[in-house]
Structures are given as structure tokens and as C-alpha cells.
Nanobody
């Protein structure tokens, strides 16, 4: 059982930066792959970025070069640094923990625990 809380969302203008944080309450955080996904109304949950237990990362093509995912195992946190934000980045951003695939997954179904999400709105 992992409790996840995302923070840092807000309303920003196109071109701005925003940093999202995810804190996971688990004694075995170091073994989890962590991922950021986003979802807008009427659309499926979309992969954004993930980071494995070893620190390896994956990014969606739409965010490569603009977003950076990192983790701090001492704090049980994962961060998504977002730069050059675009209106199409507007969505609820969810942090997920993957303790079963033992890798860095781009599939939402591989993640076992999710937070409640944090809203990111980018105005034009």
C-alpha cells in the first residue's frame, strides 16, 4: 500500500516553467519505478515521463527536451521539472508507482498506485 501525493500544479502562461513534486509513502520506494502521466477531459491517461529504480529515464516525444524527471530516494520523492510549457500541456498530472514490472514503463496499466493528481493549466 503506497500513498502518493502530487503538488506544484497551477495556472501559468505559455513559455513558463513549473515544477511538480510527488511524494510516496512506502518503505520500499527505492525499488519502485515512478512515472508521471497526464489526462485531460475526454482523453486517456497519457505517458509523460518515467524513472526507474536505477535512475534511467524515459520521456514522451511531446515533452522531450522540455521536461525533466528526477528522484530523491532519501526523501521518497520524484520531481517533474517542466519548461517551455504549451497550452497542450494542460492536464491533470498524476504520479504513479510501479512495483511489479521492475523497469521503466510507459504503460499506465503497469503502475500499481496513483496519487489524486494536480492540475496544470497553461494559458496562451
Amino acid at each position: 500500500q503506497v500513498h502518493i501525493v502530487e503538488t506544484g500544479g497551477g495556472l501559468v502562461q505559455a513559455g513558463d516553467s513549473l515544477r511538480l513534486s510527488c511524494e510516496a509513502s512506502t518503505r520500499t520506494f527505492v525499488y519502485y519505478a515512478m512515472g508521471w502521466f497526464r489526462q485531460s477531459p475526454g482523453k486517456e491517461r497519457e505517458f509523460v515521463a518515467s524513472i526507474g529504480a536505477s535512475g534511467n529515464t524515459n520521456y514522451a516525444d511531446s515533452v522531450t527536451g522540455r521536461f525533466t524527471i528526477s528522484r530523491d530516494n532519501a526523501k521518497n520523492t520524484v520531481t517533474l521539472q517542466m519548461s517551455s510549457l504549451k497550452p497542450e500541456d494542460t492536464a491533470v498530472y498524476y504520479c504513479g508507482a510501479d512495483g511489479t514490472s521492475w523497469g521503466t514503463s510507459r504503460r499506465a496499466s503497469d503502475y500499481d498506485y496513483w496519487g489524486q493528481g494536480t492540475q496544470v493549466t497553461v494559458s496562451s
